[in-house]
Each structure stands twice: as C-alpha cells, then as structure tokens.
C-alpha cells in the first residue's frame, strides 16, 4: 500500500515513532508528571502546544538561519513559546502551574522538540511540519496521559481525582512516587516494543 | 546559611532528593550512557562542571541583572543561551589549553547543553531563592547525586550485560528503568534522614 506523505507523517506520530516508548525521547517529564492525570494532560497540551509553534516558525524560517549557528536560534525559539506555556498555566490553572511548575521550564530541554526540529522541520515545508509536530504531540499526551491514568489510579484510587477505586482500596503509594513511574514505564517500553517486535537494540538518539 | 545547612543541603542533593532518582530529571543520557562505567563518570564529571558553572553564572546574571530591569519573564532565554555559551567556550578553551582534558570528557560536552538537570537546577535554585553560596552547593550537590546514580546504573548494566537474560522487548531502555526503580526504591531508605524542600 502506498501512502501519501501527509499519512505517514499521522502514523509515524501516533504509533511507529511515537516519541516515548519507541524513540525513548522526552523520557523526564514523562516520567516526573505522570503522577497524576490532570497534570499529564496539562503537561501533553503544553508540549503539544510548543511543538506546533515551533514547528511553525523553524519550518518558515528554515532557509534564513544559518546552520552554524541554528541550534541556538531553535533554543530561543522554544523557550519563547514555552514561556508562553507557563504564563498561561499560571494565569489560568495556578494549582496545576504549582504541582508542575519547574518541570514546565524544563519543556525547552525536552529532546522531542529538539529532535523534532532537527529531523524534520529543518527540511520540510510549513504544512507538513505542522501535522508532524499536531501528532507527535498527541502520541506524547496520549501516553503520557495512559501512564498516568494507572500511577493516579493506583497510587490514590482516583482518576482526575474522582474517587473509582472503593474507600477501602489500599493505596499503592509507592505508584505515586519515583519508582512507580519508573516501573509503569518500563512496563509500557516492554508491551510497545514487543508488540512492535522493535529491535532491542535502538535506542533514544539523542540525549 | 550556616556550614551545617550547607552541608545537610549537599547531603540531601546527593542522597536523600537524589536529582535523577526522585526529581526524574537528565533521564535520557541516564538512559542512553549507562551501559559502560567509564562512559557514565566520564559524562559524569563534564556535567558537575558544568552544571556548578552555569549555576555560578545564571544566578548573578538573575539577580544583578534582571531583577533590576524587572525582566524576570525572559529568564528561561537568558538561562539557555548562558548554557549554550559556557558549553561551546568551555570546549574552546579546553581544546587549546587542556588537550588530555577535552579528549578524556569533551566528546560529552556538547551533548550537555540538552541534559535537563543543567537548566533544572538553574531554575530550581530561583525558585527555591538560595543565595549565591547554597545555590553553588546545591548545583555541586544535585550534579555529583546524577552522577551517583548514573554510575551505580552503570555498573549494574555492565553486570546484567554478562548475564543477559532479558526478555526481548525489555531489552535496552526497558530494563534500565525497571534497575532504575529498584534503585530509586533503594535510594528512599535515606529518606527521613535530612530534610531540605
């Protein structure tokens, strides 16, 4: 079956690169965030966001910034639109903005955008970056939110902190802290990778 | 600040708040560098340098210079363009004055820029409003906790290569975070002992 660029770019996004289990990129703030769901989604919808712009605006500006010189120029890039990011959270879901606070700054470091911008819109058109950096997007919240959706549930018995678990449910307080994340992951890289009979060795390209 | 509280804070980096094991911060070198003990101090030692440099430089730079132009908002910029810089002079300087030097860690420097825990605990002391000498201390602290950490995984992951009896899937990424959870687990029997944020 052939498929038309716009197509592979949709599935590459969702599924075969999907940023986190497949390229294990954007590994600590999926990790650090996916706590609780409310604080997933949030986190998703700012990566996504900033990804979109500078998806936008690298993939515009591509033939005026030098190479030599294009990582920092990506840098400022992403910092401006993360900034907005926090601003926004802070404006309108502070308690949000305070359970995640340093961990959006930490956005600008998140390889996905980098890796992104280097890969990808470097090399292509507005339109097509666009819809690459829509559905990396999604295919980081969506993950993000199912590794959250068990650690939440859990780890407090709850799911966008509606109880679901009965009272009586012992909570696993170890999901809500460091190792939980580090357990659901690796669970998660280990279903993904050995239904996608990835090879065991690839690993993230970059940092 | 007291000498006692610097100490409790650089006791609390390393082992208590461990940077990489209970603020899940600089996991995808922790990841990608952890199969070989030498790679993993080796980008160890490159990233304490660094990270307590910038830490020394962001911090006047915030507090001498854009609280006064109540420029606060575009500290994020400021912070990312100081780390790039340092980096690529640090490499410059290091190539012309300290040849061993730059081929024993530099081939890690340029990676640094994109390690998180450079502008996390740049962000992190701002936040937490230290003073010039903890904020060093605590970069110095939360750098050698990474490194801490990336080398215990290493040195399990160099063990675990011998044995190799990874189920396929969980090969590579997989098994270094469920080693690394173990560790984590390990790592919150210190917890209780200082306390520090």
């Given at each position: 079956?052939?498929?038309?660029?716009?197509?592979?770019?949709?599935?590459?996004?969702?599924?075969?690169?999907?940023?986190?289990?497949?390229?294990?990129?954007?590994?600590?703030?999926?990790?650090?965030?996916?706590?609780?769901?409310?604080?997933?989604?949030?986190?998703?919808?700012?990566v996504t966001f900033?990804?979109?712009?500078?998806?936008?605006?690298?993939?515009?500006?591509?033939?005026?910034?030098?190479?030599?010189v294009r990582m920092?120029?990506?840098?400022?890039?992403?910092a401006t639109f993360?900034?907005?990011?926090?601003?926004?959270?802070?404006?309108?879901?502070?308690?949000?903005?305070?359970?995640?606070?340093?961990?959006?700054?930490?956005?600008?470091?998140?390889?996905?955008?980098?890796?992104?911008?280097?890969?990808?819109?470097?090399?292509?058109?507005?339109?097509?970056?666009?819809?690459?950096?829509?559905?990396?997007?999604?295919?980081?919240?969506?993950?993000?939110?199912?590794?959250?959706?068990?650690?939440?549930?859990?780890?407090?018995?709850?799911?966008?902190?509606?109880?679901?678990?009965?009272?009586?449910?012992?909570?696993?307080?170890?999901?809500?802290?460091?190792?939980?994340?580090?357990?659901?992951?690796?669970?998660?890289?280990?279903?993904?990778?050995?239904?996608?009979?990835?090879?065991?060795?690839?690993?993230?390209?970059?940092? | 600040?007291?000498?006692?509280?610097?100490?409790?804070?650089?006791?609390?980096?390393?082992?208590?708040?461990?940077?990489?094991?209970?603020?899940?911060?600089?996991?995808?070198?922790?990841?990608?560098?952890?199969?070989?003990?030498?790679?993993?101090?080796?980008?160890?030692?490159?990233?304490?340098?660094?990270?307590?440099?910038?830490?020394?430089?962001?911090?006047?730079?915030?507090?001498?210079?854009?609280?006064?132009?109540?420029?606060?908002?575009?500290?994020?910029?400021?912070?990312?363009?100081?780390?790039?810089?340092?980096?690529?002079?640090?490499?410059?300087?290091?190539?012309?004055?300290?040849?061993?030097?730059?081929?024993?860690?530099?081939?890690?420097?340029?990676?640094?820029?994109?390690?998180?825990?450079?502008?996390?605990?740049?962000?992190?002391?701002?936040?937490?409003?230290?003073?010039?000498?903890?904020?060093?201390?605590?970069?110095?602290?939360?750098?050698?906790?990474?490194?801490?950490?990336?080398?215990?995984?290493?040195?399990?992951?160099?063990?675990?290569?011998?044995?190799?009896?990874?189920?396929?899937?969980?090969?590579?990424?997989?098994?270094?975070?469920?080693?690394?959870?173990?560790?984590?687990?390990?790592?919150?029997?210190?917890?209780?002992?200082?306390?520090?944020?």
């Amino acid at each position: 079956m052939k498929q038309s660029p716009s197509l592979k770019v949709i599935l590459n996004g969702l599924w075969k690169d999907q940023p986190i289990f497949s390229m294990v990129l954007g590994i600590c703030s999926s990790l650090a965030v996916s706590n609780k769901v409310e604080n997933a989604i949030a986190m998703g919808a700012g990566v996504t966001f900033a990804l979109i712009g500078t998806a936008v605006l690298i993939a515009a500006l591509r033939k005026l910034i030098p190479g030599r010189v294009r990582m920092i120029a990506y840098m400022i890039i992403i910092a401006t639109f993360v900034i907005v990011v926090d601003r926004v959270l802070k404006a309108m879901f502070p308690d949000i903005s305070r359970a995640i606070g340093p961990y959006v700054g930490l956005i600008i470091t998140n390889c996905i955008l980098m890796g992104r911008a280097e890969a990808f819109y470097v090399s292509n058109g507005v339109g097509l970056s666009l819809l690459d950096a829509i559905f990396n997007g999604l295919g980081y919240t969506y993950t993000l939110v199912l590794v959250s959706v068990i650690r939440e549930l859990l780890g407090f018995g709850t799911i966008l902190g509606l109880q679901v678990m009965p009272l009586s449910f012992n909570k696993w307080v170890i999901m809500a802290m460091a190792p939980g994340a580090f357990f659901v992951v690796a669970l998660f890289i280990w279903v993904t990778r050995t239904l996608a009979k990835m090879d065991p060795d690839k690993q993230g390209g970059g940092m | 600040m007291s000498a006692l509280n610097l100490l409790m804070i650089f006791i609390a980096t390393l082992l208590t708040s461990n940077i990489a094991l209970s603020y899940l911060l600089g996991m995808c070198p922790f990841i990608a560098l952890s199969k070989r003990l030498s790679t993993a101090t080796g980008m160890g030692y490159a990233v304490i340098f660094v990270v307590t440099l910038t830490a020394a430089i962001n911090w006047p730079i915030y507090h001498l210079v854009l609280v006064p132009l109540k420029a606060e908002l575009v500290y994020y910029v400021v912070f990312i363009i100081t780390i790039a810089a340092v980096v690529q002079l640090l490499e410059m300087l290091m190539e012309k004055f300290f040849p061993a030097l730059q081929s024993s860690f530099g081939i890690f420097l340029p990676l640094i820029t994109v390690n998180c825990i450079v502008l996390a605990v740049s962000l992190f002391m701002i936040l937490r409003d230290y003073n010039f000498i903890t904020s060093v201390v605590y970069a110095f602290g939360s750098a050698a906790g990474w490194t801490l950490a990336i080398a215990i995984m290493a040195a399990i992951n160099e063990k675990l290569a011998l044995v190799g009896d990874v189920p396929r899937g969980m090969k590579g990424p997989g098994i270094v975070m469920v080693s690394a959870g173990i560790i984590a687990l390990a790592f919150m029997g210190f917890s209780g002992m200082v306390v520090v944020q």
